[in-house]
């Protein structure tokens, strides 16, 4: 009987035993899998948030990735800062620096709560963005939707993006004219072209490009390929840059509309002009017939060119690394663009980076940055880089802008949208005013007020018509902004 109990025990024990093993056995090769998948994925990098004011908060230490995007966070609130100094001012105590930072954390929490979270939410989320539809592989913010370091790094440096442009100095540069015109309109464009030729481009044969939203006449074809010296290209705006986004709401657009004709907003019940300003802020340099170009001159119906230009424009804009030049400045009607600085304020709340060192914020606003001064450059006329706009940090904004639908449900010019983006994407001294083209659109004139410019040009302009200092431009600013000296007797031009 001892026996058999003890058999029964040795039997049991022996079984226990084996069950003991294999449970340790089990476990400890469970361990192991475990182990062996964790090494096969990688650790998620912990982004630090580019929020205006907000720090990184990781206390584990930083990986090299999370370094480069602490850093470029870093370098934003830095720039950020010194974006919004005095250019003038005497360098920052201190006490300043603590109310600069102040005045653009106030700008930012302008917005309050509610203006932040829908700055926050992407509005291109909710539809279709017109880019995506058009070309899907021409958009180079198309890879950074879901890396936000990505998205950060290529929104970061609008100049950085556009260097490659400026490699080839002293050679040529890839530059035309580009005028958006009706076939109503030739009577107007043929003296503007005219002007231009005989002023200008008879000693440099740069080419033209027209674009129209209808196909160009025959007739139009051939009066305009005579006024002109260089090679010439037409095109034709396709449907999708010239009418209504899935997201905008047409009948909310056309009470709008009637509002503002009644009010008597000029240009306020008119829709082709809508689509003009939409597209010259965001499709005019993505048609096909400016690929090939850097640069452009924007040249309109019934416009004056008042002194001959003696020497490449482009050339020089090109080989002094300016990016955006003007002649003459203005104030925009602030009921056209009632909500497009708290836009304006909520998309760079969300894109901080796009922000420039050493920027013009100063022109467009003299508050440093809390309210919009309707200061704009007249973009009747322009001498670009349209570097500048087919830009990550542009497009990005452009389509910002755009989802709110205010340039149907407002009235928004392309020069407002224009300005404010190179004004603040820029470092100022891309920015050119050039003085020296005596130029007309109705009804103001940029006349150079220089003796030896007006006589060796031989201009034909009234100087006592000059806008540039007048009240309702924006010289002043302009020159306050840029340090710039004003000429003696400017103020004589205030009226
Ligand atoms: N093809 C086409 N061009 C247009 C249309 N509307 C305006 N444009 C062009 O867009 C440019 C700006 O239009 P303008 O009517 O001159 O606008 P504006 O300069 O604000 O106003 P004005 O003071 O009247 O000159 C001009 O080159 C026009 O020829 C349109 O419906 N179709
Ligand atoms: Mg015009």
Redesign the pocket.
């Known amino acids: 009987m001892a026996i058999f109990v003890s058999k029964r025990l040795l039997r049991f024990g022996l079984l226990a035993g084996v069950c003991v093993a294999l449970v340790l056995f089990l476990t400890s090769s469970s361990q192991t899998d475990q182990s062996s998948l964790s090494d096969l994925i990688p650790s998620m990098p912990k982004w630090s948030s580019p929020s205006l004011f907000g720090g990184s908060q990781s206390d584990s230490p930083l990986t090299a990735e999370e370094k480069d995007a602490e850093k470029l966070r870093e370098e934003t609130e830095k720039a950020l800062l010194e974006n919004h100094a005095d250019p003038n001012a005497v360098p920052l105590d201190e006490q300043t620096m603590d109310q600069g930072a102040k005045a653009l954390k106030d700008a930012a929490e302008n917005l309050g709560e509610a203006g932040k979270a829908e700055a926050l939410k992407d509005p291109a989320a909710d539809s279709k963005k017109p880019e995506a539809i058009a070309n899907p592989n021409n958009d180079p913010a198309r890879d950074m939707e879901t890396d936000p370091a990505a998205k950060s790094k290529a929104l970061g440096s609008t100049w950085e993006f556009m260097a490659p442009s400026y490699a080839k100095k002293g050679q040529r540069p890839k530059a035309c004219f580009v005028?958006?015109?009706?076939n109503s309109?030739l009577s107007e464009i043929l003296p503007s072209i005219k002007d231009v030729e005989r002023r200008f481009n008879s000693k440099y044969h740069y080419p033209w490009v027209f674009l129209?939203?209808?196909p160009f006449t025959d007739h139009f074809k051939l009066k305009v390929t005579e006024a002109v010296s260089g090679e010439i290209e037409f095109g034709l705006v396709p449907k999708e840059h010239w009418s209504y986004p899935n997201f905008v709401d047409q009948e909310k657009a056309a009470e709008e509309r009637k509002k503002m004709e009644e009010e008597g907003v000029i240009y306020g019940g008119m829709e082709?002009?809508r689509?003009?300003c939409r597209f010259q802020s965001g499709f005019f340099w993505r048609q096909k017939a400016l690929d090939k170009f850097d640069w452009y001159w924007r040249v309109?119906?019934?416009t004056k060119l008042y002194c001959d230009i003696n020497y490449d424009v482009f050339q020089w804009m090109q080989d002094n690394e300016k990016v955006y030049g003007f002649t003459i400045t203005i104030h925009e009607y602030e009921r056209t663009i009632r909500t497009l600085w708290s836009t304006v304020k909520k998309f760079l709340n969300k894109y901080p980076s796009v922000i420039s060192k050493d920027n013009l914020m100063k022109f467009i606003s003299g508050d440093r940055g809390k309210t919009y001064n309707l200061c704009h450059f007249w973009s009747?006329f322009e001498i670009a880089n349209l570097n500048f706009w087919r830009s990550p940090a542009y497009r990005e904004y452009f389509n910002y802008l755009d989802q709110t639908g205010g340039f149907f449900y407002e009235r928004w010019g392309d020069a407002p949208v224009h300005s404010i983006a190179a004004s603040l994407f820029l470092p100022r001294d891309k920015l050119h005013y050039f003085s020296d083209i005596g130029y007309h659109?109705?009804p103001y004139d940029n006349c150079p007020l220089d003796d030896t410019v007006f006589t060796e040009n031989k201009c034909d302009c009234d100087r006592n018509n000059d806008f540039t200092f007048q009240s309702y431009s924006c010289g002043v600013e302009y020159y306050d902004a840029q340090g710039m000296k004003k000429p003696q007797g400017w103020e004589k031009y205030r009226q």
């Open positions: 005028s958006l015109v009706r309109e129209n939203d209808e082709s002009y689509h003009m309109e119906p019934s009747n659109h109705i």
